[in-house]
T-cell receptor
Framework: AQSVAQPEDQVNVAEGNPLTVKCTYS??????LFWYVQYPNRGLQFLLK??????LVKGSYGFEAEFNKSQTSFHLKKPSALVSDSALYFC????????????FGKGTRLHILP | ETGVTQSPTHLIKTRGQQVTLRCSSQ?????VSWYQQALGQGPQFIFQ???????GRGNFPPRFSGLQFPNYSSELNVNALELDDSALYLC????????????FGPGTRLTVT
């Protein structure tokens, strides 16, 4: 079965420090991987995707993600965190068994401390 | 460009009742997906509509049903509400051909008592 795992329920980072939100995946075939962000009382916003090509994917708001096939990981990163980055982050994968629908992880809450 | 809108914002229903949630797609998008997000969980795929027909369904019982209209707006209907149906219901629109880049509405918070 296709799945993603986000091992951390919450990540705390001081403003200005680099941040990493972890995601590992389990898929058959080539993985299509995504990151979404959810701000309070808002819907999810698409951040970035990996389908093929460079392992380092750049997305919105200065975020990037590194695809690592050997470690089956797709960690979200940002060189310098902002307080406004505080939100709920979801990793997601294409479900090849269900006509390419998207399966989401349970989410990681990111707190950026001023 | 008009984003995805959903109505109502909040809703309180009693167990056994029926509810209809509404979604207007982003301009130009012809595919609508519905998700259920329980507290502390990621969104769970309910179903997707393309050209007014269901185009894939998640592990939800038949009492969850939907419609898509010619203007690509959509409804989610839930019959015989159960307490576990309490959740945030998200609608997402996309273009056929780029199904992964989904644009989400703010959601409808449904509480079943």
């Amino acid at each position: 079965a296709q799945s993603v795992a986000q091992p951390e329920d919450q990540v705390n980072v001081a403003e200005g420090n680099p941040l990493t939100v972890k995601c590992t995946y389990s898929v058959s075939g080539n993985p299509y991987l995504f990151w979404y962000v959810q701000y309070p009382n808002r819907g999810l916003q698409f951040l970035l995707k990996y389908i093929t090509g460079d392992n380092l994917v750049k997305g919105s708001y200065g975020f990037e993600a590194e695809f690592n096939k050997s470690q089956t990981s797709f960690h979200l990163k940002k060189p310098s965190a902002l307080v406004s980055d505080s939100a709920l982050y979801f990793c997601a994968v294409r479900d090849v068994n269900r006509d390419d629908k998207i399966i989401f992880g349970k989410g990681t809450r990111l707190h950026i401390l001023p | 460009e008009t984003g995805v809108t959903q109505s109502p914002t909040h809703l309180i229903k009693t167990r056994g009742q029926q509810v209809t949630l509404r979604c207007s797609s982003q301009s130009g998008h012809n595919t609508v997906s519905w998700y259920q997000q329980a507290l502390g969980q990621g969104p769970q795929f309910i179903f997707q509509y393309y050209r007014e027909e269901e185009n894939g369904r998640g592990n939800f019982p038949p009492r969850f049903s939907g419609l898509q209209f010619p203007n690509y707006s959509s409804e989610l209907n839930v019959n015989a509400l159960e307490l576990d149906d309490s959740a945030l219901y998200l609608c997402a629109s996309s273009l056929a051909g780029t199904p992964y880049e989904q644009y989400f509405g703010p959601g409808t918070r449904l509480t079943v008592t």
